[in-house]
């Protein structure tokens, strides 16, 4: 079977990833459950998570709750929904902070840098807020990674993004000078946070009492490095009510380039 736990880490955290699944194995192996030994890594590019989410042999991962609402939720099984601990925003739920540079006013057509066209808090959001607010957005900047649209924004090869609160949040812990190039323009509503899945609906139960153990477990340090205070049960429903954006924004803003 497979493990992977991809959404919120970083090359600070990965030992703070390693202990809290050695935890989380310590109680599958008590509760008889075979469990690999080791976190899988080899599929942390974004263009390959999708290897991960729909992996028959999955155990357990999280993955962004868009793609799983519309393209796999009936393959898997939700386990449960993150307390990311984020302020005025229910448990199981995370919203995104629409950047801009530090200073910089809108274009009237801004470019956004998104980090996948799959992504909730990062193109979905986006969308959804733009159009909110009467945007014409011009073609995005596909970077990759919430932190590469972070620069991009701050190097002005966009004008404008949304990230991940809970990314926000790590990204002044461990790369504050990219935080410090922004200011956040707004605040996306709150939708159903990335869940924890797995392809074994025999073992939900097993799983969501294996990482709620662990959970209990960490420091509040370590809680802090993986944004994660607990685990939720929110209803498959609630992430197939996620807004979709309007068809032509979301075509016409399509056409993305890669970054240098």
């Known amino acids: 079977m497979r493990a992977a736990l991809p959404m919120y ?113 990062g193109w979905n959001a986006m969308l959804c807020w733009s159009e909110d607010q009467g945007l014409d957005l011009r073609e995005a900047l596909l970077t990759g990674a919430h932190f590469e649209s972070l620069r991009a924004v701050g190097s002005a090869r966009a004008d404008i993004a949304a990230i991940d609160a809970a990314t926000w949040r790590l990204a002044a812990r461990y790369a504050p000078e990219l935080c410090d190039a922004l200011e956040i323009l707004d605040d996306t509503p709150p939708t159903p946070a990335p869940p924890f899945i797995t392809a074994k609906p025999e073992l939900v139960a097993p799983l969501q009492n294996a990482l709620s153990a662990a959970i209990a477990r960490l420091t509040d340090e370590d809680k802090t490095a993986l944004s994660l205070w607990g685990v939720v049960t929110l209803p498959l429903e609630a992430y197939n009510t996620v807004r979709a954006a309007r068809t032509d924004q979301a075509k016409n803003a399509c056409h993305t380039a890669k970054t240098a």
């Open 9 to 121: 880490e970083r090359p600070q955290t990965r030992g703070v990833h390693d202990r809290f699944w050695a935890l989380i194995l310590e109680e599958l192996t008590a509760a008889g459950i075979d469990a690999p030994a080791d976190l899988d890594r080899s599929g942390f590019a974004a263009a390959d998570l999708w290897s991960i989410w729909t992996d028959p042999e999955l155990l357990l991962t999280q993955t962004c709750g868009l793609p799983f609402a519309r393209h796999f939720s009936s393959d898997v099984t939700l386990v449960g929904s993150p307390n990311l601990n984020l302020p005025g925003t229910p448990a199981g739920h995370y919203f995104s902070h629409i950047v801009k540079r530090a200073g910089a006013s809108l274009p009237d057509q801004p470019r956004p840098a998104i980090n996948d066209t799959h992504s909730q808090s």
